[in-house]
């Protein structure tokens, strides 16, 4: 007699992330590839288009909607920033969602996956690994240490992986975003803060969306922080001439404002001020070392050359 298995053995797995930004979205997409449901949560509705990827307008702050939409639900990939860059909007806003989630998760049994940022750790000026001191205090870093610990104390099974500063596909609002990769497009000088010449670890969108993933599907790897595969470090100049020498162009005219000057200009804008809080990334080495999360996932990251140009090409693709 020929076996076949049930029904519920073939069901796809389900994983639910909130949040369509370039993390979410690429968690997303990556999931919808590999073969599973995906249901994602976004005030707008909005997120990938896919046969596998159901989207829906929600507010995942509001409890009374995610109980039955996290129901079935392997994992959730909570991937919901703060309104504004701003230590404020932070602190009011994301406390709040995250213990949402995390009940909402607990009473479906779901793991929660965070990405997370290098904010909180309190020894930047060494290479930064994960078992490295994360208790910076004060202002937006210390929104992401409190953010952290609270995962610690959660019931719920939680996993953060942590990033450096993004690049890629869909990332505009960052250093390596369209500040930067724009005018490489345009062939015009490139203006960036700090120093320019000093190494700094940038990850990739989705090599940070991978390790997500694996971190997700094995429980043996929950509730620790992770590092996203990345690089070398890299100067602000070298990575702008990958992505020149990507688009066929010359390698771009680059210019620091130093420091001091958006200090001073910080008293007068809030926005500036903002930016300074986290200068310190720019002004002295700044290096996510992710050698033991690599071992542990199995996981690489993306040759310079190639993530560089998969940039590039998805500009290209919105210049259309």
Known sequence: MSQHASPEA??????????????????????AAEGHRVRVLTRSGSGPDHPRIEKMAVNVANPAQLGELFRGAHAVFHCIHGS???????AEELPGAEQTVLAAAGEAGAVVVFPESLYSYSAPERPMTEDGPRAAEGGKR???TALLAARA???????SVVASDFFGPRVRGAHAGERM???????????????????????YVPDLAAAMIRAAKDPALWNRVWHAPTGTAVSQRQIARAFAAAAG???PRVAAVPGWALRIIGRFSPGTQELVE?????????VLDSHASEAAMGLRPTPLEEAAAATIAWWGDQER
Not at 14 to 31: H, I, K, S, Y
Not at 84 to 90: E, L, N, R, T, V
Not at 153 to 159: I, K, L, N, Y
Not at 184 to 190: E, M, N, R, W, Y
Request: glycine letters at 10%; aromatic letters at 10%; hydrophobic letters at 45%.
């Open 10 to 31: 073939e069901a796809p797995t389900l994983f639910v992330v909130t949040g369509a930004g370039p993390v979410g979205w690429t968690v997303a997409e990556q999931l």
């Open 142 to 144: 210390g929104v992401r």
């Open 249 to 251: 162009g010359r390698a």
């Open 181 to 203: 990769v724009k005018p490489v497009l345009a062939g015009t000088p490139l203006v960036v803060i700090g120093k320019a010449s000093l190494p700094h670890s940038f990850t």
């Open 278 to 286: 986290t200068l310190y990334q720019f002004e002295q080495p700044f």
């Open 84 to 90: 504004q860059y701003s230590a404020k909007a932070w």
């Open 153 to 159: 104390a959660s019931e719920t099974d939680t996993v």
